[in-house]
């Protein structure tokens, strides 16, 4: 069970990053999320745990609006970053996204070189004006994401040619090039082994001094290990939300207390 580290604030004493108000989501007929509430809070982890089928990646969508682009898709509701509603008819998703960026499950590093792999963002967000400017970005993203040691004489070879946690890395240096405020990852360790799973939580450990963090996780180890607040899903519905040891040990629910105890799911 996670330990409070000795001089540990309570995450609520963070500055709210985002906040989901009243969130419900249909794919077509079928409804996936009903009344979501949530305050994700910077310079800490949230971690969504729960069932297989409850909503937690359907959420994590919603905070980047990647639900957006699935067909058939219609969602009520308030999200904000900042204070400001990210589903206003003024906000570009593409400019939504550089602030709030996103690891997947599967790493997906674009066909390109390492170095392409960190530069696109910045090249398309124009961070970058000279060679030596994307230089650095290159190396200082690389350098955050753990991986500068292992490829920077090797930055003109594919990403793709890199082992699967390093491609993971890869891909958290990609998403945090253009100085994202919010960093959303759909179970990363997943398609990992113990020792590359072991480096990202490392890393999410140092990367949340800077940022918000809201994982989607099937492992409650994982949960427990990394993240401050924690926020149970079941049928669609947050069924309890408090900080992370008291979730695993101290829950409300009965619902919570059952899957955290393995009873179910
Ligand atoms: N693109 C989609 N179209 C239709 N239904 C979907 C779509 N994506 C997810 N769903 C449905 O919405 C519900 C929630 O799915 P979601 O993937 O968010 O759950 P999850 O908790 O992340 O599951 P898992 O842990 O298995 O990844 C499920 O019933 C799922 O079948």
Redesign the pocket.
């Known amino acids: 069970m996670p330990k409070k580290k000795e001089g540990d604030l309570p995450v609520e004493q963070n500055e709210l990053k985002m906040k989901a108000s009243d969130v419900n989501l249909w794919?077509?007929e079928?409804q996936?999320?009903f009344d979501v509430n949530l305050e994700m809070f910077d310079q800490s982890v949230t971690a969504?745990i729960?069932?297989?089928?409850?909503?937690?990646?359907?959420?994590?969508?919603c905070l980047d609006r990647m639900n957006d682009v699935?067909d058939?898709?219609r969602i009520t509701g308030d999200i904000r970053l900042d204070g400001e509603d990210i589903y206003a008819p003024r906000v570009d998703p593409v400019q939504l996204r550089a602030r709030v960026g996103m690891v997947f499950q599967k790493p997906n590093p674009f066909p390109k070189s390492i170095f392409e792999n960190v530069a696109y963002g910045p090249r398309i967000h124009g961070l970058c004006r000279s060679k030596a400017e994307f230089e650095e970005i290159v190396e200082r993203s690389l350098t955050r994401a753990g991986l500068w040691e292992e490829v920077k004489d090797r930055l003109q070879e594919p990403g793709t040619g890199l082992s699967g946690g390093q491609q993971q890395r890869l891909c958290i240096a990609r998403a945090i090039s253009v100085n994202p405020e919010v960093l959303l990852m759909?179970?990363p360790c997943s398609a990992l082994d113990p020792i590359a799973t072991a480096k990202i939580e490392t890393l999410m450990d140092d990367l949340k001094k800077n940022l918000c963090i809201v994982i989607?996780t099937?492992s409650m180890q994982q949960a427990a290990r990394v993240s401050q607040r924690t926020a149970f899903?079941h049928l669609?519905k947050l069924v309890e939300v408090d900080d992370t040891t008291t979730i695993f040990t101290n829950p409300t629910d009965q619902r919570t207390q059952d899957y955290v105890t393995g009873r179910f799911g």
Do not use: Q
């Open positions: 794919y077509g079928k996936a999320l969504l729960g069932p297989s089928g409850c909503g937690k990646s359907t959420f994590l969508r699935i058939g898709v759909d179970e989607v099937h899903f669609g």
